[in-house]
């Protein structure tokens, strides 16, 4: 018993019966389905990838750049720590895009 005095068994298998309705097969593929129709995400999923597909060489570009500023600069810590937090943004980006588009790769199953 606990301190509602219902039996613990009880209170378990109501809970296991209302995960198995909630997290049914058929209920994750009706969310799948609302989530593929749901037009506004798509449309905000597909100009977020865009822009980061945009962003991604300007960010590479840069890490070149500043590269190249490292090798012939007398204050190298502040290039490398900007070399760093670029890098970092960009992985960042990709590691989006790559989320972006197995997320609507999965809708499309």
Not at 22 to 29: A, G, I, R
Not at 46 to 55: C, K
């Given at each position: 018993m606990n301190k509602t005095g219902v039996p613990?068994?009880?209170l378990h298998a109501a809970v296991i019966a209302a995960l198995k309705v909630?997290?049914?097969?058929?209920?994750?593929?009706e969310?799948?389905?609302?989530?593929?129709?749901?037009t506004e995400q798509i449309a905000a999923r597909?100009?977020?990838?865009?822009?980061?597909?945009?962003?991604i060489p300007?960010?590479?570009?840069?890490?070149?750049?500043?590269?190249?500023?490292?090798?012939v600069s007398d204050d190298m810590d502040a290039l490398?720590?900007?070399l760093k937090a670029t890098q970092q943004?960009?992985?960042?980006?990709?590691?989006?895009v790559a989320d972006l588009e197995g997320?609507?790769?999965d809708l499309r199953h």
């Open positions: 613990m068994a009880e909630t997290f049914s097969d058929q209920k994750f593929e969310f799948l389905r609302d989530r593929a129709a749901d597909r100009a977020e990838r865009e822009n980061l597909l945009q962003t300007k960010l590479a570009a840069a890490e070149a750049k500043l590269a190249k500023a490292i090798a490398v720590a900007e943004e960009r992985r960042q980006a990709e590691a989006r997320y609507e790769r």
